[in-house]
Nanobody, 120 residues
Framework: EVQLVESGGGLVQPGGSLRLSCAASGFTFSNYVMSWVRQAPGKGFEGVASILNRGQATTYTDSVKGRFTISRDNTKSTLYVHLNSLKPEDTAVYYC?????????????WGQGTQVTVSS
């Protein structure tokens, strides 16, 4: 059974930091492109950051560049994202997602999400 289990979300003040983790099982993690995708209240899904299967390249949406850092540990089948200098507009449910190719449009697997709330 494929599982992606996110953790690390919570309530943080503006300017604060969080580290989200996503533990993967049931598939060959090191063969998959991994991403963090978020959904803010009342809005659609937004791709935040992606990392290729061996960590050789990363991409970020413009609004988080310089503030968020995605990484992975293939020995632990775990995906991470460090969220720094958080803003209220970063409030969202954050999902990790996996796809077998960077050229594939849809994700093969999704986690259940973890809530990040940025508020004073």
């Amino acid at each position: 059974e494929v599982q992606l289990v996110e953790s690390g979300g919570g309530l943080v003040q503006p300017g604060g930091s969080l580290r989200l983790s996503c533990a993967a099982s049931g598939f060959t993690f090191s063969n998959y492109v991994m991403s963090w995708v978020r959904q803010a209240p009342g809005k659609g899904f937004e791709g935040v950051a992606s990392i290729l299967n061996r960590g050789q390249a990363t991409t970020y949406t413009d609004s988080v560049k310089g503030r968020f850092t995605i990484s992975r540990d293939n020995t632990k089948s775990t995906l991470y994202v460090h969220l720094n200098s958080l803003k209220p507009e970063d409030t969202a449910v954050y999902y990790c997602a996996a796809k077998s190719s960077r050229y594939r449009g849809n994700y093969d697997y999704w986690g259940q999400g973890t809530q990040v709330t940025v508020s004073s």
